[in-house]
T-cell receptor
Framework: EAQVTQNPRYLITVTGKKLTVTCSQN?????MSWYRQDPGLGLRQIYY???????DKGDVPEGYKVSRKEKRNFPLILESPSPNQTSLYFC???????????FGQGTRLTVV | DAKTTQPNSMESNEEEPVHLPCNHS???????IHWYRQLPSQGPEYVIH?????VNNRMASLAIAEDRKSSTLILHRATLRDAAVYYC???WGDGQNFVFGPGTRLSVLP
């Protein structure tokens, strides 16, 4: 079954404690991206990757890092989380520019 | 950036057709029109996409105006499970930038 898997689904952490949210896809897709969703602000892109070792900033990249060392994985790293990064995060993947994108189930992050 | 405009909310009765409009008056010739929906507590889900011609799939139909400045997502028989936020998105550029607007919140009444 084609899917994008995010872990963890829920996370509560403290300010400043580094964390990683993993994202893995089983479809051999080239393109992967991360979004955050906040009430009233909708979905905003954080980072995207067009292929292994190729990443670029989206609309709201501050405070986040990503890496793409292998095609299937695209982890989101928060080196020093802050409360304003409390949000619902989604990972997505697709194989070409204009085909169906698959989204993960989301990671709800709370930073206290 | 080409943007889309959708009504904030719409209501439909169960088993009736639903027409969800989207305006994209600044669309460029290479922009594809995509529709996604987000059910409560879930990630966005692909519905349909097209370039110029009308498109049909098992979930919905997409009607694209001749000038491409607007489109309509058609759910032929709404069910309670179709209650969601529907996003009309133009996909552009050489990257992966989905630009999500606020979408249309569809309520389906039994």
């Amino acid at each position: 079954e084609a899917q994008v898997t995010q872990n963890p689904r829920y996370l509560i952490t403290v300010t400043g404690k580094k964390l990683t949210v993993t994202c893995s896809q089983n479809m051999n897709h080239e393109y992967m991206s991360w979004y955050r969703q906040d009430p009233g602000l909708g979905l905003r892109q954080i980072y995207y990757s067009m292929n292994v070792e190729v990443t670029d900033k989206g609309d709201v990249p501050e405070g986040y890092k990503v890496s793409r060392k292998e095609k299937r994985n695209f982890p989101l790293i928060l080196e020093s989380p802050s409360p304003n990064q409390t949000s619902l995060y989604f990972c997505a993947s697709t194989d070409r520019l204009n085909t169906e994108a698959f989204f993960g189930q989301g990671t709800r992050l709370t930073v206290v | 950036d080409a943007k889309t405009t959708q009504p904030n909310s719409m209501e439909s009765n169960e088993e009736e057709p639903v027409h969800l409009p989207c305006n994209h008056s600044t669309i460029s010739g290479t922009d594809y029109i995509h529709w996604y929906r987000q059910l409560p507590s879930q990630g966005p889900e692909y519905v349909i996409h097209g370039l110029t011609s009308n498109v049909n799939n098992r979930m919905a139909s997409l009607a694209i105006a001749e000038d491409r400045k607007s489109s309509t997502l058609i759910l032929h028989r709404a069910t309670l499970r179709d209650a969601a936020v529907y996003y009309c998105i133009l996909r552009w550029g050489d990257g992966q930038n989905f630009v999500f607007g606020p979408g249309t919140r569809l309520s389906v009444l039994p």
